[in-house]
């Protein structure tokens, strides 16, 4: 079932692979899919292997991963996903089996994982975050779909206090970012971390006016900060408050931009001070700061705002397939390829931006979000169809059509993710066009 949004893309069906078989966290996706099924349909599985082949071969932009399930091999399926980060990424909600398993998860980093919760805290708050992807599904879209959203995109999530919220926003925005190529692996943590400690900062300081003092004295105490939190958190004049988040994500600087309903504080002293606080925390604004560029507050001091760079023209990924077969580098204005000279290597970008002519008239420029170069010649076995040149220092992978066919059969999944990708980009293409 598709789809047109306003913005021209297509709206898709999304998968979520159920990976369990605790009856509770299976009903919990269920009733959730009844709920949104215009957009979410769930396959659930229970055996390891069966669970491995169906990403590989369906692809699913959503995976519920139950660590409570004794017969799945959920550790193996993480690695497995993470093995070829190029062809599984996607948002991953982990269903584990304690608070410290919660943590353990956290512990890894892993940029596909949007949120890690007990099942208790699954089978509450699992639809809304349905209702939140629903809202914002242009965050799961396929590899090299992302330019069809437009050079510059705008938008906004509200969270309540809950440090789940907190973390599941950052993680999807996060996820989104690395995902689409505008930041690197380095970067990625960066962001995370900034907007982490200053969503933080939002929460306990801003909309539930935990004071320096009492926050330290509480983690002196050896206390969990998670329970002054949800004890502040449940306060007639707190339990309301909300926070902010809004992107502003161009082609070269992305902004954010956190907003909560405290009152504010005194971030000039703070700013000063921070870097000289205590062991137990306080850190946050100065690490910010090294963190991102153009950090800023406004004058009462519930408003905090910063900017990244953005990738240009760079993946940060390789698909795994693609290694074995050469790298090749361009300077400006080399020749990629001629127009109907008899050729059918693929060529994957890598870096870089590269002029298509058809004659002596501009096609189109091409980056690394079309991923390819000369799909047409190699899927027909046709002479190029247009010349191609590298503009400035550009960078691809070339692969013969035979080697790459005989990866293929080794890996039979990844060509059907590619003809998947090509079928939906066409797709996209026609309803662009029918549009004009």
Not at 302 to 314: A, M, P, Y
Request: charged residues 25%; proline residues 3%; glycine residues 6%.
């Amino acid at each position: 079932m598709e789809k047109i949004s306003k913005c021209g893309i297509i709206n898709r069906m999304k998968k979520i692979l159920t990976a369990s078989s605790n009856p509770s966290v299976i009903q919990t996706v269920k009733s959730a899919c009844v709920r949104y099924s215009t957009y979410f349909q769930t396959d659930i599985l229970s055996d390891t292997e069966q669970i491995i082949t169906y990403i590989d071969y369906e692809f699913p932009e959503i995976k519920v991963l139950d660590f409570t399930s004794p017969e799945i091999d959920a550790n193996r399926i993480l690695l497995e996903i993470n093995s070829d980060s190029w062809l599984h990424y996607g948002g991953i909600i982990v269903v584990c089996r304690d608070q410290k398993q919660v943590l353990e998860i956290e512990e890894k980093k892993d940029v596909n994982i949007l949120v890690a919760q007990t099942e208790k805290n699954f089978t509450k708050h699992f639809s809304r975050l349905l209702r939140i992807l629903h809202q914002n599904q242009q965050f799961l879209l396929s590899r090299g779909m992302q330019d069809t959203i437009g050079g510059r995109e705008i938008g906004s999530f509200v969270c309540g206090n809950d440090p789940m919220d907190i973390r599941f926003y950052t993680n999807f925005l996060v996820g989104y970012l690395y995902n689409t190529n505008r930041i690197s692996e380095n970067e990625r943590f960066s962001l995370q971390m900034a907007l982490m400690e200053l969503l933080t900062n939002a929460l306990e300081h801003g909309n539930l006016n935990i004071t320096y003092e009492e926050k330290s004295k509480w983690m002196t105490q050896g206390s969990d900060i998670l329970e002054l939190i949800a004890e502040r958190a449940a306060l007639p004049e707190y339990k309301d408050k909300k926070i902010s988040i809004s992107y502003a994500i161009g082609k070269h600087v992305s902004k954010f931009i956190i907003k909560d309903d405290g009152k504010g504080f005194d971030w000039r002293t703070r700013t000063q001070t921070s870097a000289e606080a205590s062991d137990l925390h306080g850190r946050g604004i100065s690490l910010s700061k090294n963190l991102v560029k153009n950090l800023t507050y406004n004058n009462v001091g519930n408003q905090v705002s910063f900017e990244i760079d953005n990738l240009r023209n760079k993946t940060n990924t390789i698909p795994v397939i693609m290694k074995p077969f050469d790298v090749i580098n361009f300077t400006d204005k080399q020749i990629v390829c001629r127009e109907n000279e008899p050729s059918s290597d693929l060529f994957f970008i890598v870096s870089g931006r590269f002029a298509i002519y058809s004659g002596r008239k501009l096609i189109s420029v091409l980056t690394p979000n079309d991923l390819f170069i000369g799909e047409m010649a190699f899927l027909l076995n046709d002479r190029r169809t247009a010349t191609v040149l590298s503009v400035g220092n550009a960078t691809l992978i070339k692969i013969p059509k035979s080697a790459f066919l005989a990866l293929i059969r080794k890996n039979p999944h990844y060509g059907i993710f590619l003809s998947k990708l090509l079928a939906q980009r066409l797709n996209t293409q026609t309803h662009r066009n029918q549009g004009k």
